[in-house]
């Protein structure tokens, strides 16, 4: 079965950077687009990012362009997004999803960027 | 960018009730809408594809048309599983945007 499972996220000051991982398994992950998509604690749902299935193109959210770099390893079925110049604004519960046949999202990692 | 404004916000509701929830895009998406359901710390689900397909595996309670700006999610005989929050997604052009959410209540 599709399984999606986030990690990396944790507790960082302003200003830092963290790396978060989406480790990918029952599918073909290479041949699909991948998505990041972000829910601030009590708050909606924001899409964040989104990178091809064979890492070539990518696009952002506004509030994330030049900050926030989203990749891929087809050869270990992982997405990525390294966040540089992390803001309070970017706490949230990180979500990967699949643009694969279905519906398949991770169960999120929690980043809190806080001094 | 394109702006989804979902309405209502929140919403009180029994168990048997038929309810709607909209959502209206700042430009036509054409049918490159989904709505989702969550409940508290769980990842989103989704109910609808393409505006008005029923994903697989969702009951046909659940329902969604509309095309270009204007779409509503129906759930025709809301049941106790049911309350939680609901939002729509434009995937027509990047940056995709969600609406604001809608959290549907016990009455």
């Known amino acids: 079965q599709v399984q999606l499972v986030e990690s990396g996220g944790g507790v960082v000051q302003p200003g830092r950077s963290l790396r978060l991982s989406c480790a990918a398994s029952?599918?073909?992950?290479?041949?699909?687009?991948m998505h990041w998509v972000r829910q601030a604690p009590g708050k909606g749902l924001e899409w964040v990012a989104v990178i091809s299935y064979d890492g070539t193109t990518k696009y952002y959210e506004d509030s994330v362009k030049g900050r926030f770099t989203i990749s891929r390893d087809n050869s270990k079925n992982t997405l990525y997004l390294q966040m540089n110049s992390l803001r309070p604004e970017d706490t949230a519960v990180y979500y990967c999803t699949s643009e694969a046949d279905g519906d398949y999202w991770g169960q999120g990692t929690l980043v809190t960027v806080s001094s | 960018d394109i702006q989804m404004t979902q309405s209502p916000s929140s919403l009180s509701a029994s168990v048997g009730d038929r309810v709607t929830i909209t959502c209206r895009a700042s430009q036509g998406v054409r049918n490159d809408l989904g709505w989702y359901q969550q409940k508290p710390g769980k990842a989103p689900k989704r109910l609808i594809y393409g505006a008005s397909s029923l994903q697989s595996g969702v009951p046909s309670r659940f329902s969604g048309s509309g095309s270009g700006t204007e779409f509503t999610l129906t759930i025709s005989s809301l049941q106790p599983e049911d309350f939680a929050t609901y939002y729509c997604l434009q995937h027509s052009s990047y940056p995709y945007t969600f609406g604001q959410g809608t959290k549907l209540e016990i009455k």
């Open positions: 029952g599918f073909t992950f290479s041949s699909f687009g």
